[in-house]
């Protein structure tokens, strides 16, 4: 088998690298000065990439070296690595300001062959802008000392980062469709070693199919029910230590009482369901796999009544009976799920406690984005359905639907907001409306989606 060498010590591209099931080392470039200036941003890019694996290449005498470099460029300046703390602050004040570009050069050197590839990618950026305190906050809990443009998304950057137009794992640090590619046209099998790579986690968790009431599909899941609990329980401990839970007593009876009823007339009764509250002013809500549901002080205090909190409450169940949040782990962070669910496994044979901690921070702040707009409208759909089984007025979710709106429209999107994890507003309303048979206006109509809810 031919060596390869990854001409970076980024964690972030020894990851994705991983993902792609490739056996390698690790051969750090040790070069102290990069080429900066300009405004041909591709070719800067590149050129570093290639000095980079230059410099690794005279270290080996054959195999295959991989080598990248990434920049920001925002108002035609170029953000690379910040020098120190203060640099990294001023650095992400300034991006999240505006929209910037990340550029990443990507170099694969074959050194048996004589050969070298180079390409790049480019990635647009759109942030929601942070306060002193924010940031302070984000480089407490992250280091931003190596990272381009101090911030990174696949961690706590997610919850800032508005979205993106381009590549994602070029956000991360390496464009892996266009290293795939390269390794390809350089004779690398890496579809074979990432069917085993996967293979292998498929034997260890198991494989089901199983029909889905809600969704009346035969679904596929890399896991069983007590998998999926035991990843709830861990993903659980990570919120407890991001939040504390609030004091209040009557609040916290009121939602689980709430939460109870909900769970008592929904369409899953395979797991146990648990109902707390944040001691958080945020307007949110999130559900976990396993039965896991967490409100926010914020949100239960903006609800003017039981039935609103029994809608927002019956959505996020809907979330969890139709699996929405494993299947979103399941499909867009693969080599994240993995990792939890072998996790588990290992710490429950004695080994991999580790594992489960940082995969489970992995899981959690992927499931704090919020899920897709069919996800969405179809856990509306749900928890209007649910909210009347277990007593409660549905039309509550449409009143706090509406006043979320007009309250967000007059203050703006926060950083952490119900509004802004579950969006499309008159979308859903028209989707509860129809749930309920009531008769819909010409508002109802403004965003609608294309595929119906049966």
Same mark, same amino acid.
């Given at each position: ?5 990854? %001409? ?13 099931g ?22 800067i890019?590149?050129? /570093?990439? &290639?000095?980079?694996a230059?410099?690794?290449s005279?270290?080996v005498k ?6 990248a ?6 108002? /035609? ?14 650095? &992400?004040?300034t ?7 990340? !550029? ?32 302070n /906050? ?31 794992? *070029? ?8 290293? !795939?590619?390269? #390794? ?17 986690? #498929? ?7 199983? !029909? ?6 035969? =679904?596929?899941?890399?896991y ?5 609990? $035991? @990843? ?18 009557? @609040? ?11 769970? $008592?007339?929904?369409?899953? +009764? ?5 109902f707390?509250?944040?001691? =958080?002013?945020?307007? *949110? %809500? ?18 003017? *009544?039981?039935? =609103? &909190? ?41 080994q ?9 921070? %992995?899981?959690?702040?992927? #499931? ?33 639907l ?8 007059? +203050?703006?999107?926060?950083? @952490? ?18 749930? #309920?048979?009531?008769n @819909?206006?010409? *508002? ?11």
């Open positions: 088998m031919r060596k390869i060498y990854l %001409a970076s010590d980024s964690r972030a591209r020894k990851k994705l690298l991983n993902i792609l490739l056996k390698f080392k690790v051969l750090p470039s040790r070069l102290v000065k990069e080429k900066m200036s300009g405004k041909n941003y591709p070719r890019v590149i050129a /570093n990439a &290639l000095l980079k230059k410099d690794a005279r270290r054959g195999g295959l070296i991989i080598a470099d990434t920049i920001v460029v925002q108002d /035609n300046k170029i953000f690379g690595k910040p020098k120190d703390l203060p640099d990294a602050r001023r650095m &992400l004040k991006l999240t300001r505006k929209p910037q570009l990340l !550029y990443t050069g990507i170099v694969v050197l074959d050194k048996d062959k004589n050969k070298t590839l180079v390409d790049f990618e480019k990635t647009k950026v759109y942030m929601d802008p942070l306060t002193d305190k924010e940031i /906050n984000y480089f407490s809990r992250v280091s931003p000392l190596d990272k381009a443009g101090s911030f990174d998304i696949q961690g706590k950057g997610a919850f800032f980062i508005r979205r993106i137009e381009g590549c994602f794992y *070029n956000v991360v640090g390496l464009p892996l469709r266009k290293l !795939y590619l390269m #390794l390809k046209e350089c004779g690398v099998k890496i579809f074979l070693m990432s069917c085993v790579f996967v293979s292998l986690c #498929l034997c260890v968790l198991g494989c089901t199919t199983e !029909y889905n009431l809600v969704t009346k599909e035969e =679904e596929t899941y890399i069983s029910t007590d998998k999926e609990v $035991a @990843m709830g329980q861990s993903i659980d401990k990570q919120i407890e230590k991001e939040y504390k839970p609030a004091e209040d007593l009557l @609040m916290e009876d009121r939602v689980e009482k709430i939460g109870k009823k909900i769970a $008592a007339v929904c369409d899953r +009764k395979d797991i146990d369901y648990h707390r509250v944040i001691d =958080e002013e945020d307007v *949110n %809500a999130v559900s976990l796999p396993g039965g896991y549901v967490y409100i926010f002080k914020g949100l239960v205090e903006k609800a003017a *009544n039981d039935d =609103e &909190l029994a809608g927002v409450i019956s959505h996020e169940v809907g979330h969890i009976v139709a699996r929405h949040s494993i299947k979103k782990l399941q499909g867009s962070q693969a080599y994240s799920i993995f990792r939890v669910l072998a996790g588990v496994a290992g710490s429950q044979g004695g991999g406690a580790g594992e489960v901690g940082a995969a489970a921070d %992995a899981a959690y702040t992927e #499931l704090m984005l919020g899920y897709s707009r069919e996800d969405e409208l179809l856990a509306d759909q749900l928890g209007a359905r649910y909210a009347r089984l277990a007593g409660y007025n549905p039309k509550g979710m449409i009143t706090f509406q006043k979320l709106d007009k309250y967000n429209k007059r +203050k703006g999107p926060q950083p @952490m907001s119900y509004y802004k994890t579950h969006p499309y507003v008159p979308d859903r309303i028209r989707v509860v409306k129809q749930e #309920l048979g009531q @819909m206006n010409f *508002n109802d109509y403004i965003n609608i989606e294309q595929k119906t809810h049966e």
